[in-house]
Every structure is written in structure tokens, then in C-alpha cells.
Nanobody
Framework: EVQLVESGGGLVQPGGSLRLSCAASGFTFSDNGISWVRQAPGAGLEWLSGINSAGGYTNYADSVKGRFTISRDNAKNIVFLQMNSLKSEDTAVYYC??????????????WGKGTLVTVSA
């Protein structure tokens, strides 16, 4: 059974940092691209960042470029999202998403349950 379990969310002040983790199991982790997607209160889904299976290619939405960094450890089946310079508009539920191939150009087929990030003074 494919499982994606996010952790690391919480309350942080504006300008602060958080690191989200996504622990994966139930599939060959190094064969799949992974993305992070968020949903702010009352808003739709927003793709944030993706990393290919080997970790050599990453891409970012303009809204987080320069502030967020995605990485992965294929030995430990974990993907990270380092989030710096957080803003109130970053408040959202953050989801880890598996792609059904090596690249983040492949479709998304499994989602985690999400972790809540709240940016507030």
C-alpha cells in the first residue's frame, strides 16, 4: 500500500522557517517524482514544487521560488520542503504527492493527508 505521510507543520511567525517532511512507503521511492501542493483556506490547490526521481531536477512555482527548497533522500525514502521567509499567505495545508513516473511531468497518483502550516504573529 502506497503511503505518504507529511510532518513538520505548525504555527510559525512571519519571516520564520519550517521544514516539512514526507515519508514514503509502499513503492520504489527512487522510481518516482514527488511534488508538494498546498491548499489555503477557502482556496484551490496550488502546486508549489517538484523533484524528479533522482533528485537532480527541481522546479518551483513563482510564489515560492527563492524561499522554498525541495530535496529528497532516496536512501531514507523522504522528501523535504524547506520553507524560509514565511508569509501569512503561506498558511495552508501542505500535501506531498507522488507522480506515476520518474518525472514531475508524469501524472499525480497518490496524495498524503497533509500537514497544516499556519503563519501568524
Amino acid at each position: 500500500e502506497v503511503q505518504l505521510v507529511e510532518s513538520g507543520g505548525g504555527l510559525v511567525q512571519p519571516g520564520g522557517s519550517l521544514r516539512l517532511s514526507c515519508a514514503a512507503s509502499g513503492f520504489t521511492f527512487s522510481d518516482n517524482g514527488i511534488s508538494w501542493v498546498r491548499q489555503a483556506p477557502g482556496a484551490g490547490l496550488e502546486w508549489l514544487s517538484g523533484i524528479n526521481s533522482a533528485g537532480g531536477y527541481t522546479n518551483y512555482a513563482d510564489s515560492v521560488k527563492g524561499r522554498f527548497t525541495i530535496s529528497r533522500d532516496n536512501a531514507k525514502n523522504i522528501v523535504f520542503l524547506q520553507m524560509n521567509s514565511l508569509k501569512s499567505e503561506d498558511t495552508a495545508v501542505y500535501y506531498c504527492v507522488k507522480h506515476d513516473g520518474l518525472s514531475t511531468q508524469n501524472g499525480m497518483d497518490y496524495w498524503g493527508k497533509g500537514t497544516l502550516v499556519t503563519v501568524s504573529a
